[in-house]
């Protein structure tokens, strides 16, 4: 069996060594801190959930197989936790779908956007726009739009992580999509 | 050809369709305005994707991890340490109260409980019955060992090392296995 650096360094924590925990939470760290910030948009709220990740991680270690990529094992356990937590604490959401307030609010905070037309936008305020829409598209898309585009998860590896089949997952990153087009050709985008 | 489908127009923005399917779509965009439009708002929802904000998490989110995972336990030398402190107060406690030659420690204590601390005289009486009884038992205890062995064992003696051993071993539970169990309990509860 071939083994990455992440099976190298679980084979020495599960050894008892500390320090190589500490290794495997700097390389996780950031990852997972921007995919729970981005599902639940609260700092406080993602730094104690990644917290709780990473003891988790430690406390089930041990229940690891080694014969899958440890990243998609991780990614499992975070979404849970972060779901969960969604769940019972729901975030107040201007859903694209649910209301005129999103499209006002958004109208409000990128002004600029649609003044001087969205194809002369640069490149970062594109970005900061299209992913403050992704804050509003509901849930059940927008962590999938995470994992693919934020945490650079390929189809097959998000169908692993969230329970659902490989086409389901395309299909909702579709919508999802979907969802953004149409607000952004709403909020007056360029055809051409 | 018909215009095509969002979906075909996502997979040709994410250059996932066949060359096939890549020309023909190509071909069909030349002619067609709405398509182009659509497809450049996809290429744009790519583009802004594909570049995802990432903020910097807050620092010591591993150090807190390791706090909460390995609680910093007591050392035995601290531990020792009370228990040394502890042992010497009772020292002087019983070379200040207690008259070798005509009391014992039960009686040294009813006269601490009399004398210095009559407002709390009633609890500390309480505490001396309790400490009759259990002087007692360890008379009695060591009477029965003289008898059996026949050796001389003092009652006061024996009452202080269980004191001094029940004490340190209060100590150590508190301060080793407890955090243990806390962290055992907290880990299992995430």
Redesign the interface.
């Given at each position: 069996m071939i083994m990455d650096d992440d099976q190298t360094l679980i084979r020495r924590i599960l050894k008892g060594d500390?320090s190589s925990?500490?290794q495997l939470?700097?390389q996780y760290?950031?990852r997972m801190?921007?995919f729970v910030?981005r599902m639940v948009r609260d700092?406080e709220v993602?730094?104690e959930l990644?917290?709780?990740f990473?003891?988790?991680i430690?406390?089930v270690i041990h229940k690891y197989n080694f014969q899958y990529k440890f990243s998609t094992w991780a990614y499992r356990i975070c979404y849970n936790l972060v779901i969960d937590h969604v769940r019972k604490h729901p975030v107040y959401v201007d859903s694209l779908d649910q209301n005129s307030l999103s499209r006002k609010q958004l109208a409000r905070t990128d002004q600029v956007v649609r003044e001087d037309g969205?194809s002369n936008l640069e490149?970062e305020e594109?970005?900061?726009?299209?992913?403050g829409i992704?804050d509003r598209i509901p849930e059940k898309y927008r962590h999938l739009?995470?994992l693919r585009?934020?945490q650079g998860l390929k189809y097959e590896e998000i169908a692993g992580v969230t329970d659902l089949p490989v086409g389901t997952v395309k299909n909702r990153i579709?919508k999802a999509?979907?969802l953004?087009?149409r607000e952004?050709?709403e909020d007056g985008?360029?055809?051409? | 050809m018909e215009c095509p489908h969002?979906?075909v127009l996502?997979r040709y923005a994410e250059n996932s369709l066949d060359p096939i399917q890549t020309a023909m779509i190509r071909d069909h965009l030349v002619g067609c305005?709405g398509c182009?439009?659509?497809l450049?708002?996809?290429l744009?929802?790519?583009?802004?994707?594909?570049?995802?904000?990432?903020?910097?998490?807050?620092t010591g989110?591993?150090k807190?991890?390791?706090r909460?995972?390995?609680p910093v336990l007591p050392t035995y030398g601290s531990v020792l340490t009370f228990v040394a402190a502890g042992f010497l107060l009772l020292v002087t406690w019983i070379y200040v109260y207690f008259d070798f030659a005509n009391n014992s420690l039960v009686q040294a204590m009813q006269f601490t409980s009399n004398r210095l601390f009559r407002f709390a005289g009633g609890i500390l009486q309480g505490i001396s019955t309790v400490f009759s009884a259990v002087y007692a038992t360890f008379k009695a205890f060591s009477k029965l060992i003289s008898a059996v062995l026949n050796v001389q064992i003092q009652a006061e003696l024996l009452f202080l090392l269980l004191l001094i051993a029940s004490v340190g071993s209060a100590m150590i539970v508190y301060h080793m296995v407890l955090p243990r169990r806390r962290k055992q309990r907290?880990?299992?509860a995430?």
């Open positions: 500390r925990f500490e939470m700097q760290n950031k801190f921007n910030y700092e993602a730094v990644t917290q709780d990473f003891i988790k430690y406390s969205f490149k594109t970005r900061d726009y299209i992913w992704v739009i995470l585009y934020q579709f999509k979907e953004i087009r952004i050709a985008m360029p055809t051409q | 969002n979906k996502v305005a182009r439009s659509r450049s708002q996809f744009k929802v790519e583009e802004g994707l594909a570049h995802p904000p990432m903020r910097t998490p807050p989110i591993e807190s991890v390791m909460r995972l390995f907290q880990t299992r995430i």
